[in-house]
């Protein structure tokens, strides 16, 4: 740290993006990334004639993507905002929303307290139940900046959207944004309650179904309002935020729901085959809606399984917070992926 570091920052604890090796040495299922490539329409979607407009500026109103979202989603395109990622998202509704304060829970997305904290944003962190669901009710009447993740991260438990309804309801002060990164494995989207409540935003992102994570795209959609008080921001920060290149493979991925559908549903069927015969080997498996699997097993160290299965060319992500420490988080990949994950574990479980 430099003399120069504004003392604001000084005790600032960045977030730690999972391992991205850059060599093909292993079986990545650490990141939550899809293990099958974007469609068709994406892989066509940057000619010679789109890489030589990249001397322009790309469009910051977003215009076609937000227009395509808007009538993807059944909303009108003031509606919908769009981002570079949609970490940029939550980003932006710390700073406008989080006067307040925020609140979110001790076991969820690792972003959010560095976003609080980023921002001064003081934070009310809410424990989950004992077998790591969220008790609705723990979020009622606190009127201030809310965040669910839903499903919810690491863990990939889902939350009925009526539980999600009656937080919104019971927070009309605040703003609640539902992080729905896991959404299309499985869960039920909140999309449409946001015509209803003008404190809702729903915030999704292209990297985990859509298998786009590096081209960074994210979007929300919330009442208009709500979406002029974020475009503010961004319009203050980076009003290029989402590059040409990536605007127009966005657009193109929404040319091809019936291919993300297919290979959503495929990563939810290979993950509920390789929960079931983690569960055979003596493993407690959270039940995920998400594209990941949260397990433990009694007298493994969570730690040591995600080592043992590194010197395996796999990897998988632990995390060192204390609830959660004797757990690893699996990304779902092909069933051949899962194939070799579980062979391993076994002999991991053996060899000990
Ligand atoms: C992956 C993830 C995101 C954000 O991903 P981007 O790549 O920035 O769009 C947001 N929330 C949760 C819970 C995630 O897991």
Redesign the pocket.
């Known amino acids: 740290m430099s003399r120069f570091l504004n003392s604001r920052y000084s005790a600032l604890e960045a977030y730690v993006p999972g391992e991205q090796p850059q060599d093909k040495a292993y079986i990545k299922l650490n990141?939550?990334e899809l293990p099958y490539p974007p469609s068709p329409e994406v892989l066509a979607a940057l000619g010679k004639g789109a890489l030589e407009e990249l001397r322009l500026y790309s469009d910051p109103a977003c215009g076609r993507l937000r227009e395509k979202l808007a009538s993807f989603y059944g909303c009108k395109k003031e509606c919908v905002f769009v981002?570079?990622?949609?970490?940029?998202?939550?980003n932006f509704a710390f700073m406008a929303f989080g006067k307040n304060g925020a609140a979110f829970a001790d076991i969820?997305?690792g972003?959010y307290p560095v976003f609080a904290e980023l921002n001064g944003v003081a934070a009310k962190i809410i424990p989950l139940r004992p077998d790591f669901t969220i008790d609705p009710r723990d979020y009622y009447g606190l009127n201030r900046l809310v965040l669910i993740?839903n499903p919810?991260?690491?863990t990939g438990v889902a939350l009925p959207v009526e539980e999600i309804e009656r937080v919104a309801r019971q927070n009309p002060d605040g703003v609640v944004l539902v992080?729905e990164?896991?959404v299309d494995f499985g869960a039920q989207s909140c999309v449409k309650l946001t015509r209803k409540y003008d404190n809702l935003i729903v915030?999704?992102?292209?990297?985990?179904s859509r298998a786009m994570?590096g081209a960074?795209?994210?979007f929300a959609i919330a009442n208009p309002s709500l979406i002029a008080d974020i475009d503010l921001l961004k319009y203050s920060t980076n009003p290029y935020n989402v590059n040409r290149m990536t605007l127009l493979c966005g657009e193109a991925a929404l040319d091809s729901e019936a291919y993300y559908r297919e290979k959503c549903a495929l990563v939810a069927k290979t993950r509920d085959a390789a929960a079931k015969e983690l569960q055979e080997m003596g493993f407690y498996v959270l039940p995920s809606k998400a594209n990941f699997l949260f397990v433990k097993k009694d007298g493994f160290c969570g730690e040591r399984l995600y080592k043992s299965l590194k010197e395996c060319g796999i990897l998988v992500r632990h995390f060192k917070a204390e609830r959660i420490r004797d757990f690893v988080r699996i990304t779902v990949g092909t069933p051949e992926d899962m194939d070799i994950l579980l062979e391993n574990i076994a002999q991991t479980a053996q060899g000990r």
């Open positions: 990141t939550n981002s570079n990622g949609s970490d940029d998202i939550l969820t997305y972003f993740a919810n991260a690491p992080d990164a896991y915030c999704m992102t292209y990297s985990k994570a960074r795209l994210g």
